[in-house]
């Protein structure tokens, strides 16, 4: 099936994650970065920028270590749960490095049958490591120059993710030419849209 890249990823999130919830790095780090006004890079805006990629890599590596547990994927797709969950580990690792004592820990997630159904699970892959991709697309240039960097290296990886689950999927890999960068404000709104947070003040 081809991907419509004029789909709104929050739609897609809506019908693959019904039902599911999440709350980020603390239930607020998006609400909070959907505050941020552009500005220069800053030691204070990094710290609000890679707490809302933090929240995403959380949840991008509970969704696969859910779905291994429950034991409901074989073949390429629990291959690509496997590799991406150690992926997302370093991912976690990597940013709570840059944030340092501003690092939050992950708070509960749901997924609801996106860890129980392979069909569901692929779509929800996708469309989480999309969006995670689109985040850091967004927000990268208001990093400093260090964040900058190793944010770089995590978000090329996601994006193979999301090539690669696609694929397993026969979905299109590679649905449009070029990447476009989500405002803060439109991760906020498609996670809240998806039903992942679950309210909170930063």
């Known amino acids: 099936m081809q991907g419509d890249p004029d789909l709104r990823r929050s739609e ?5 994650l019904i039902g599911g919830g999440a709350l980020l790095a603390g239930g607020g780090a998006v609400a909070g970065l959907a505050k941020l006004a552009e500005a ?4 204070e805006q990094d710290t609000r920028i890679l707490s809302v990629l933090l929240g995403l890599e959380y949840v991008q590596q509970a969704l696969y270590e859910q779905a291994l547990d429950h034991g409901a994927l074989t073949g390429d797709l629990q291959e690509f749960a496997g590799v991406a969950h150690e992926h997302e580990r370093v991912h ?37 490591e ?17 964040a900058r960097a190793e944010s770089a290296r995590v978000v090329s990886v996601d994006a193979r993710h999301a090539a690669w689950v696609r694929t397993i999927a026969d979905r299109d890999p590679a649905p449009a030419a070029v990447d476009r960068g989500l405002p803060a ?14 309210g909170g003040a930063p």
């Open 12 to 16: 897609l999130l809506r019908g693959a």
């Open 40 to 43: 220069a890079p800053s030691a």
């Open 92 to 128: 976690v690792d990597t940013l709570r490095r840059l944030l340092g004592a501003n690092a939050k820990d992950p708070a509960p997630v749901a997924f609801g049958e996106a860890t129980t159904d392979p069909g569901v699970f692929a779509e929800a892959a996708a469309l989480i």
């Open 130 to 146: 999309d969006l995670s991709v689109d985040g850091y697309n967004g927000q990268v240039a208001n990093l400093t120059p260090r």
């Open 185 to 198: 404000e439109e991760v906020a709104r498609a996670l809240e849209d998806a039903g992942f947070l679950d």
